[in-house]
T-cell receptor, first 111, second 112 residues
Framework: GEDVEQSLFLSVREGDSSVINCTYT??????LYWYKQEPGAGLQLLTY?????DMKQDQRLTVLLNKKDKHLSLRIADTQTGDSAIYFC???????????FGAGTQVVVTP | DGGITQSPKYLFRKEGQNVTLSCEQN?????MYWYRQDPGQGLRLIYY???????QKGDIAEGYSVSREKKESFPLTVTSAQKNPTAFYLC???????????FGPGTRLTVL
C-alpha cells in the first residue's frame, strides 16, 4: 500500500530557512501536497505540485520534487514565529481528494 | 464568505450512543470527504462523495455512515460500532478535476 514518511520534528531559528522532507512510495502519485496545521485548527493548503514538475515556488515557499527518489521537500525562506506549526505531506494519484498523509513534521521556530 | 463549516467544534458522547457531525460548504464543490486525525498521526480517509446521492468507503469506514442528499452537505454519523471514536474529524472538499483540496476547521469528538 501507499506510505508517506516525514521526520517528526524540526527546530529552526527565526530568520533562517526551514527544510521539511517527505518520502513516498506510490509511484502512481500525480499530485503532492503540503498542508499546515496550527494547534486545534484544520489544515491549510500551502501548495501542491504535479508529478511532472521538479520545482514550484510561491513567495517564501519552494517545493522540490525528485520523482526518481520519490522525495519531496518544502523550503520556507526567512522563517517566522508564525510558521511554527505541524506540516503534513500528502500524495494522491488523481485530482480527487483521496489523500495519503504523512504523520506530520512539528516545526518550532525559536527567536 | 466562502468556506467549509463544521459543527460543533467540540462534541462529547457517551459510549453506546450514535452522534452526527455536520459539514457544510458554500464553495459549490462537487466532492466532499471525511478524514480522521489521531494524535501524532496523519489523516486517514473515512468516506468520500464525488456527487450527490453517491458515496464510497475510504480506508477506515467501519463504524461510520454518511449521506449526501445535498451538494453542500455531507454529514458523518459515528455509530456505537466504532471501537475507538475519540479523535479529531476533518471535512474537506474540492471540485472535479481540481487539485486543490480544502479542509474545514474540524470537530473534536470525545467519548466519555
Amino acid at each position: 500500500g501507499e506510505d508517506v514518511e516525514q521526520s517528526l520534528f524540526l527546530s529552526v531559528r527565526e530568520g533562517d530557512s526551514s527544510v521539511i522532507n517527505c518520502t513516498y512510495t506510490d509511484s502512481s502519485s500525480t499530485y503532492l501536497y503540503w498542508y499546515k496545521q496550527e494547534p486545534g485548527a484544520g489544515l491549510q493548503l500551502l501548495t501542491y505540485i504535479f508529478s511532472n514538475m521538479d520545482m514550484k515556488q510561491d513567495q517564501r515557499l519552494t517545493v522540490l520534487l525528485n520523482k526518481k527518489d520519490k522525495h519531496l521537500s518544502l523550503r520556507i525562506a526567512d522563517t517566522q514565529t508564525g510558521d511554527s506549526a505541524i506540516y503534513f505531506c500528502a500524495e494522491s494519484p488523481d485530482s480527487w481528494g483521496k489523500l495519503q498523509f504523512g504523520a506530520g513534521t512539528q516545526v518550532v521556530v525559536t527567536p | 464568505d466562502g468556506g467549509i463549516t463544521q459543527s460543533p467544534k467540540y462534541l462529547f458522547r457517551k459510549e453506546g450512543q450514535n452522534v452526527t457531525l455536520s459539514c457544510e460548504q458554500n464553495l459549490n464543490h462537487d466532492a466532499m470527504y471525511w478524514y480522521r486525525q489521531d494524535p501524532g498521526q496523519g489523516l486517514r480517509l473515512i468516506y468520500y462523495s464525488q456527487i450527490v446521492n453517491d458515496f464510497q468507503k475510504g480506508d477506515i469506514a467501519e463504524g461510520y455512515s454518511v449521506s449526501r442528499e445535498k451538494k453542500e452537505s455531507f454529514p458523518l454519523t459515528v455509530t456505537s460500532a466504532q471501537k475507538n471514536p475519540t479523535a479529531f474529524y476533518l471535512c474537506a472538499s474540492n471540485n472535479n478535476g481540481a487539485a486543490s483540496v480544502f479542509f474545514g476547521p474540524g470537530t473534536r469528538l470525545t467519548v466519555l
